[in-house]
């Protein structure tokens, strides 16, 4: 198998950190975007500036960033019927899921990345999705996602492996595995460079980054660095041994 890794990365904090996670264990990595018409297209921009601070800030990093591609998902929007496709009022819809959901959305993302890594040779694909600090969407499940990677792998005749490092973790430790992988710099670069409020407020820089502070993923994250901080100041105020 090769040491070659396609990390689906949108330019958030979930999937910044796993392009550092990546980075970390592979000799080559690539990237890949999807623009399905989200009210927060403005992390498409982001991707780019974060993708460079990288470069910028980790040299040996640099050198194992591959080729970056955004494919082209507008139809998505069209028939998804749901708030972070549209402007409507964020709140939980009839079956019970907030109606941020996108229905199929990470499954259709897996199955076009590996038909691209098909074609690139690689055959790891990393993704951010998580089942411990989220908003209750079925395709970020574990179970869900081992199905689709035995699916596709019957499907192309491949040996795929998806690897998702966050799945088991909240905010606070994704955080902390953010410091782990890149101490200061790439917190630095999650705060300032990454997109993840569905509002696609960049007007006010809170201390865990950019967005309204209000919606769903702006209280996880904030929540998070809360907890991420506490954790830190509880250890450097812990007696020397």
């Known amino acids: 198998m090769s040491n070659k890794a396609l ?81 409507r009022k964020i709140e939980l819809s009839e079956s019970g899921l907030p109606n941020t959901f996108v229905p199929g959305r990470n499954l259709v993302f897996f199955l076009i990345a590996s038909a691209v890594a098909y074609r690139r040779e690689l055959n790891t694909l990393v993704g951010g999705m998580c089942q411990t600090d989220f908003s209750g969407y079925p395709d970020c499940r574990e179970d869900t996602l081992k199905a689709l990677q035995v699916a596709t792998n019957l499907g192309m005749a491949s040996q795929f492996r998806f690897e998702l490092p966050l799945m088991w973790i909240n905010k606070a430790e994704t955080f902390d595995m953010a410091a782990q992988l890149g101490g200061n710099p790439l917190l630095d670069i999650i705060r300032h460079h990454t997109h993840t409020c569905y509002m696609g ?3 006010t820089l809170h201390p865990w980054g950019y967005g309204c502070g209000e919606c769903p993923a702006c209280e996880l994250r904030a929540n998070g660095w809360n907890q991420y901080i506490s954790k830190v100041n509880q250890s450097l105020d812990e007696p020397s041994p």
């Open 201 to 203: 407020d960049r007007s």
């Open 7 to 87: 990390v689906l990365f949108s330019g958030g904090q979930d999937s910044t950190v796993c392009l550092a996670w990546a980075l970390s264990k592979f000799d080559h990595v690539e990237t890949i975007g999807f623009d399905y018409g989200q009210r927060h297209r403005v992390e498409l921009d982001c991707r780019l500036k974060v993708l460079e601070a990288i470069r910028t800030t980790f040299p040996a990093w640099a050198a194992k960033i591959g080729e970056d591609r955004v494919i082209d998902l507008g139809w998505m929007g069209q028939i998804s019927d749901c708030a972070l496709t549209e402007n």
